[in-house]
């Protein structure tokens, strides 16, 4: 399901609401303060590659997956960068009743009329222009442009500083690689890579992984 600017703001006129990072390396550092940076305060942790206890960001972890089996509904941020593995665990977060709304930061540029699917995260200086739609769980990183009436399918990564033409479309848990350009109604398909710096002319097909200037599938 996806949801307007007004409805993403929602958590924004709640009193600090309280946030979960599931996911405590580098991704879920920076999506904590983004969490942070919208005026919500950070419990802590949950990852079941680090101890429970140890520090993160001066956050505590509070433990792996199973720590929120028994818990009740809690507002949850995904901090886990890759993308599968980030798609598995909203769905599990989601079939025991926890929330997974979008974040924001402050200094992003979203239009009223874009659209945003649960668990998505705007990292700083992200412009999201008419009409566009980003999908469930997807990642909008650090200064990226997704141009009028784009499509970025659930669970995709935008890098930094990549930009996404007029109309252009992005497949299912695919990967845009830092810098990388969809010139104008370039579309990619599912579970794609497009390499950093690459330029997407016209059609990706789903599973390929292309770089370049025009971007070319990438040959063993």
Do not use: Y
Not at 149 to 156: H, P, Q, R, T
Not at 159 to 171: E, F, H, M, N
């Amino acid at each position: 399901m996806l949801f307007s600017l007004h409805t993403v703001h929602i958590l924004r006129r709640v009193p600090s609401p309280r946030v979960l990072v599931f996911g405590a390396g580098g991704h879920g550092r920076v999506v904590a303060e983004v969490v942070q940076a919208c005026g919500h305060t950070v419990d802590g942790f949950i990852d079941d590659g680090v101890p429970a206890g140890t520090q993160v960001l001066g956050l505590p972890v509070l433990g792996g997956a199973s720590f929120l089996d028994s818990q009740p509904s809690r507002v949850v941020a995904l901090g886990i960068g890759h993308n599968g593995t980030r798609q598995r665990i909203a769905r599990r977060l989601q079939a025991q009743g926890h929330q997974l709304p979008a974040f924001i930061h402050p200094s992003s540029v979203i239009s009223p009329t874009a659209l945003l699917g649960a668990g998505v995260v705007a990292m700083p200086r992200v412009v999201v222009n008419a009409e566009a739609r980003v999908h469930d769980g997807a990642i909008l990183n650090t200064a990226c442009v997704v141009e009028h009436d784009c499509v970025i399918g659930e669970f995709a990564h935008l890098s930094p500083q990549c930009g996404l033409g007029g109309g252009a479309q992005v497949g299912a848990r695919t990967h845009i690689g830092i810098g990388a350009t969809l010139l104008h109604l370039a579309r990619v398909g599912d579970d794609c890579v497009v390499g950093g710096g690459s330029v997407v002319l016209k059609h990706v097909a789903a599973g390929l992984t292309v770089v370049g200037v025009p971007a070319r599938p990438l040959t063993k």
